[in-house]
C-alpha cells in the first residue's frame, strides 16, 4: 500500500494534469495543423475535441459540488446542536466545500462563526479547520 502524506490546508489542492495534458495535446495539433495548413476537418476536430474536454470537466465538478451540498447538509444536520440546524440553509455551496475538511467536534463551532462573521472565503475558513478531514476523491 502507498503511504501518502497527510492532507492538509496546504497541500490539498489538486491539479487536473490528465484534463490539461489532453486539452495541451489538442491545442498544440490545432496549432500545428493551422502552421501547416492541414485541412479544415483536422482543425475543426480539434477544437471540437477542446470544447468537449471544457464540458466533461465542467459537468464532474458540478456533480462534485452537488454531492458535496448534499453530504454536507445531511452532516450538519447529525452533527449541529439544535439551534444551528435550521441555519444549515443558510450556508453557500463554497462555505459548505470549505468546510467539509472539519472534523465532526469542530463542525458546531466552525459553522457558527461562518454565519455569524458572514465568512465567504473558501481560503479563510479552512485555515481555520484545526482538525483536517482528508478527502482525496475529489475529481
Same mark, same amino acid.
Given at each position: 500500500?502507498?503511504?501518502?502524506?497527510?492532507q492538509s490546508y496546504e497541500n490539498h489542492s489538486r491539479f487536473p494534469t490528465t484534463f490539461m495534458g489532453c486539452a495541451g495535446?489538442?491545442? $498544440? $495539433?490545432?496549432?500545428?495543423?493551422?502552421?501547416?495548413?492541414?485541412? $479544415?476537418?483536422?482543425?475543426?476536430?480539434? !477544437?471540437?475535441?477542446?470544447f468537449l474536454l471544457a464540458i466533461a470537466r465542467t459537468y464532474a465538478l458540478t456533480l462534485q459540488d452537488r454531492i458535496i #451540498?448534499?453530504?454536507? =447538509?445531511? #452532516?450538519?444536520?447529525?452533527?449541529? *446542536?439544535?439551534?444551528? =440546524? *435550521? #441555519?444549515?440553509? &443558510?450556508?453557500?455551496?463554497? @462555505?459548505?466545500?470549505?468546510? #467539509?475538511? $472539519?472534523? &465532526?467536534?469542530?463542525? *458546531?463551532?466552525?459553522?457558527?462563526? !461562518?454565519?455569524?462573521?458572514?465568512? @465567504? &472565503? @473558501?481560503?479563510?475558513?479552512?485555515?481555520? !479547520?484545526?482538525?483536517? @478531514?482528508?478527502?482525496?476523491?475529489?475529481?
Amino acid at each position: 500500500m502507498t503511504e501518502t502524506k497527510p492532507q492538509s490546508y496546504e497541500n490539498h489542492s489538486r491539479f487536473p494534469t490528465t484534463f490539461m495534458g489532453c486539452a495541451g495535446l489538442y491545442l $498544440a $495539433a490545432l496549432l500545428l495543423g493551422l502552421l501547416f495548413r492541414v485541412d $479544415a476537418g483536422f482543425a475543426v476536430a480539434c !477544437v471540437a475535441s477542446i470544447f468537449l474536454l471544457a464540458i466533461a470537466r465542467t459537468y464532474a465538478l458540478t456533480l462534485q459540488d452537488r454531492i458535496i #451540498r448534499l453530504e454536507m =447538509r445531511v #452532516r450538519l444536520g447529525q452533527v449541529l *446542536p439544535e439551534n444551528l =440546524r *435550521p #441555519r444549515i440553509a &443558510d450556508l453557500q455551496l463554497k @462555505q459548505l466545500i470549505a468546510l #467539509r475538511f $472539519a472534523s &465532526d467536534e469542530e463542525l *458546531p463551532e466552525l459553522v457558527g462563526k !461562518v454565519l455569524d462573521g458572514n465568512i @465567504q &472565503d @473558501q481560503g479563510e475558513i479552512k485555515r481555520m !479547520v484545526k482538525n483536517w @478531514q482528508a478527502d482525496h476523491q475529489r475529481v
